[in-house]
């Protein structure tokens, strides 16, 4: 079952604009992390953010995670076409965190 | 980019045949993982390795095997292809550490397409 649920499925705002994206997941956390997939490629390790933070920055990235709601939310600031790509997040799951488990990703289209 | 090469990047192949993929790595990373993507899945683990000759199954693995006997190579293994098996699969490594503490660093995908 998906450890991390992403909101919304699809998204498609103007060049420049903010996109926000968020996560929902389950059970407790150490970590989560945000990936980005361009069409055809693999995906691409964006930031992470551990359990007792509570934001963080990249770029025009911004991180939130909210342990007592079981959410994060993926800032992008000022978007460009270059932006568009799927989004994902990751958790950290089972004995060790040895695995992640990843929700079904957000689909961001940046038109011009 | 990290180094990971996933072969073959396409392959068509009929059902009940068996199939290999591979998964190479010069990072010298300890951890690998197999994943498949699906529409309305997202990416699920398959299996993943901890080190030479150390595997584990993930969500999805009935249908599958595994093989590590170097570091550099994680093999991927479809017995008997079937048509659900159809899917893009991707090759994933990371360093040691607590995994939550680490990214996964990602090929860019094997399209399998079984008929």
Redesign the interface.
Known sequence: SQQGEEDPQALSIQEGENATMNCSYKTSINNLQWYRQNSGRGLVHLILIRSNEREKHSGRLRVTLDTSKKSSSLLITASRAADTASYFCATDAGEGAQKLVFGQGTRLTINP | DAG?TQSPRHKVTETGTPVTLRCHQTENHR?M?W?RQDP??????IH?S?GVKDT?K??VSDGYSVSRSKTEDFLLTLESATSSQTSVY?C?IRDSG????Q???????TRLSIL
């Not at chain 2, 607590?98 to 503490?101: A, E, K, L």
């Not at chain 2, 990214?103 to 995908?109: N, Y």
Request: overall charge negative.
């Open positions: 990971i951890y993982y994943y309305g899945h997202g990416l699920r683990l993943y901890y584990d993930g969500e991707f994933a607590p995994g939550g503490n990214p996964q660093h990602f090929g860019d995908g």
